[in-house]
């Protein structure tokens, strides 16, 4: 198969732990052409959607990364087509998507494009009520403030745009700085921001659940440092080896229909204390320290997935 790859500079791509590099890996391993592009190289032509690609191709060995010849390929003339450029989610990603609606129905395109807009990240997992911590999504100070402490003093407060653990910070009722941190998020009440109760879990984990088409891969847990509440692996937190609890497998089965339903195929989600705190669609992360801990190759069943669908 011919699969295209949208993605962030090859030269950013980290091959030690990558997603994007390991589904390049597997898809060359089992012998298909991998081509990669840019957001700006994808453009539509005579209500054709096509892109500015290069052959790519991967080693666990330096120099890990080379490219090829440069392709003007039809994206209705590939296997699948893999978006797997990373947050934020700007002008730019949006014009992306609309761009990818040509290609539907005449490629694999992974994930939709039409659910990558609609599926906010964090907004996202407020469709699922019963499985989120007591949340509010407000620009308003003095709903903050108000929340804050109905939740019993503590909370967490995000920026809807946000990824790798940025603008995450801790509000706390008896802190001086909790004003200055709700006005600085909210831009003084004119930006909505979402604000979650305090979840003490969060110290031994915040855990990333991969998905299959619905279906569980498996998990890690990412740690926070001593000295920080953020988990994210981009800004220190540590990983683990982590299973699936029978409430997070319910969890995962009560997601699954509804990310069917959008085509979100390859989702991670981030659960703490049992709790889902987030969806992630655009460009999640973790197979590759899942694999580690597992001793297999998760990105494998991924590009058999796709294999599958695409001969179908």
Request: with cysteine.
């Amino acid at each position: 198969m011919r699969l295209l790859t949208v993605m962030d500079p090859l030269s950013t791509v980290q091959p030690d732990k990558d997603t994007t590099f390991a589904f390049l890996r597997s898809a060359e391993s089992r012998g298909h052409e991998n081509l990669t592009c840019e957001v700006r190289d994808v453009y539509l032509t005579r209500g054709e959607v096509r892109a500015r690609a290069r052959a790519t191709y991967v080693s666990d060995t330096a120099p890990h990364t080379r490219l090829g010849a440069e392709h003007d390929v039809a994206l209705a003339d590939v296997a699948a087509v893999l978006v797997r450029k990373d947050p934020p989610f700007d002008a730019a990603y949006l014009y992306l998507t609309l761009l990818l609606e040509h290609a539907r129905g005449k490629t694999l395109l992974i994930n939709d494009p039409r659910a990558l807009r609609d599926a906010n990240e964090k907004l996202f997992a407020l469709q699922f009520p019963e499985w989120t911590p007591r949340t509010i999504v407000s620009a308003l100070p003095d709903v903050i403030h108000a929340f804050v402490a109905e939740v019993g003093g503590r909370a967490v407060i995000k920026p809807l745009d946000g990824a790798g653990g940025s603008g995450v910070l801790a509000l706390s009722g008896d802190d001086r700085n909790a004003r200055g941190i709700v006005d600085l998020l909210t831009g003084e009440g004119r930006r909505l921001a979402m604000v979650q109760e305090y979840l003490p879990a969060v110290r031994t984990g915040d855990k990333r659940v991969l998905l299959l088409d619905g279906e569980p891969l498996g998990a890690i847990l990412r740690v926070p440092r001593a000295d920080d509440l953020r988990s994210n692996i981009h800004v220190g937190g540590s990983v683990e080896p982590a299973e699936l609890t029978a409430r997070e497998r319910e969890m995962v089965a009560a997601l699954a229909p509804r990310l069917r339903a959008e085509g979100l195929v390859f989702v991670g989600l981030d659960v703490i204390g049992e709790r889902l705190t987030e969806v992630n669609v655009t460009s999640p992360t973790g197979i590759q320290q899942l694999g580690r801990f597992t001793g297999t190759r998760p990105e494998d069943r991924v590009i058999e997935w796709i294999e599958q669908r695409a001969r179908s």
